[in-house]
């Protein structure tokens, strides 16, 4: 008995835990390419934006990770976008409705998720993973909380939220089609 615990069951949870992580996407190649066809654009954010937080698993042995979305419609061209950001510091999605609530941002969108016919309504919002305040770098840079949290989403922060949404969000046979 003692000798299937130490020989078997490892490679059991092995087994689980790689048949799991095979069904989400291989998003290596994919990231570069997503990112480079983005480009930014000014888009007001409304006050009445929806905040939700959902759950994803990155294997069967892995633990749970928390992504969050903050869905609007754009008044311009009544399409319906969605800030998707993982593991965002507690701290900046506290602050990150309120700082931006009203105003004018800069957001990192991919073309084809713009031009895609199936994007933009409530149910499938166009995804955003990038957005920053329309004010000068010298300014956003720094800030605190007396005058305001610097909400902006860095480089590193885009790649990686594209990154797990590539991966494990995006519907296989919709990432298959890019």
């Keep these: 008995m003692g000798t299937w615990c130490i ?5 059991l949870i092995y087994g689980i835990n790689y048949f799991s992580k095979n069904r989400s996407n ?11 066809n ?6 007001f954010i409304p006050h009445n934006t929806e905040v939700k937080t959902f759950s994803y698993r990155t294997s069967f042995s892995a633990p749970q ?23 965002y510091p507690m701290d900046k999605r506290l602050a990150f409705d309120a700082v931006m609530d009203e105003k004018e941002a800069l957001l990192t969108i991919n073309k084809d998720d713009l031009k895609n016919p199936n994007y933009g309504t409530k149910e499938n919002p166009i995804p955003v993973f990038k957005v920053r305040e329309n004010i000068p770098d010298s300014v ?22 594209v990154e797990q949404y590539l991966t494990y969000i995006m519907p296989k046979d919709e990432f298959k089609k890019r």
């Design 7 to 11: 020989n078997i069951f490892p490679l």
């Design 65 to 87: 990770s928390n992504y969050y979305t903050l869905r609007f419609r754009d008044a311009k061209n009544g399409r319906w976008l969605s800030f998707i950001f993982f593991n």
């Design 140 to 161: 956003s840079k720094n800030r605190g909380y007396e005058d305001g949290w610097n909400v902006d989403i860095t480089e590193n922060q885009f790649k990686y939220n």
């Design 26 to 36: 291989d998003s290596r190649f994919a990231i570069h390419d997503y990112i480079n």
């Design 38 to 43: 983005s480009s930014e654009y000014k888009i």
